[in-house]
């Protein structure tokens, strides 16, 4: 086959996302029926690792795909849902990062859509975007495996986790709706 690298679907960092959302019904089963909270938090740091090694395969092999610009942030966001959603049943708190989640990712999805649609361009994830997944999955994999851990320390790790989230919108935001304006002007 001579596709161009960007519309290749079958790669290895495509394939351990699939394998990412793969994971998220066993996540879940692990969590609210077995209750077995060092295996959950063992299949999130597997998962989380999945989504650096996928990272780094696409950049040094040069497997970067307009796919996987997709599928890679769809995987983290389910995976991250499910995880917060299990984790509200033991700490209340856990729904505002969750809603801030829902919120973040449909206004980028609806103005990455129209970025896409406008411009042909399909942005891949910035430092910050990037930042807020690490101190989620830090965030959440503390939870789950730290059965009592203190509600300050709880509280103060959720907030962390809101406040760099907000950013990471915020500046998402300002990316899209630049995109979008100058494609307006042309």
């Not at 040069?62 to 599928?71: A, F, P, R, T």
Request: charged letters at 15%; a positive charge; aromatic letters at 8%.
């Amino acid at each position: 086959m001579n596709r161009e690298p960007q519309n290749r679907i079958l790669t290895i960092p495509n394939m351990l996302s699939a394998l990412r959302i793969c994971m998220i019904p066993l996540l879940v089963w692990l969590y609210y029926v077995k209750q077995d909270y060092l295996r959950t938090g063992g299949l999130l740091i597997l998962s989380g690792l999945t989504d650096v090694v996928d990272g780094f395969i696409a950049r040094r092999f040069q497997m970067i795909s307009n796919l996987g610009k997709v599928l890679d942030p769809i995987a983290d966001k389910l995976t991250q849902g499910a995880m917060l959603f299990c984790l509200v049943t033991r700490f209340p708190l856990m729904m505002a990062p969750l809603v801030l989640l829902i919120l973040k990712e449909i206004f980028a999805g609806i103005t990455g859509f129209l970025v896409i649609r406008n411009t042909g361009q399909v942005f891949g994830a910035n430092w910050h975007g990037k930042a807020a997944t690490i101190l989620l999955y830090a965030m959440m994999i503390l939870h789950v495996i730290w059965n009592d851990i203190p509600r300050i320390l709880s509280d103060m790790l959720i907030v962390i986790c809101i406040l760099m989230m907000f950013v990471s919108l915020v500046l998402y935001g300002i990316r899209n709706i630049a995109a979008l304006k100058n494609t307006n002007k042309t």
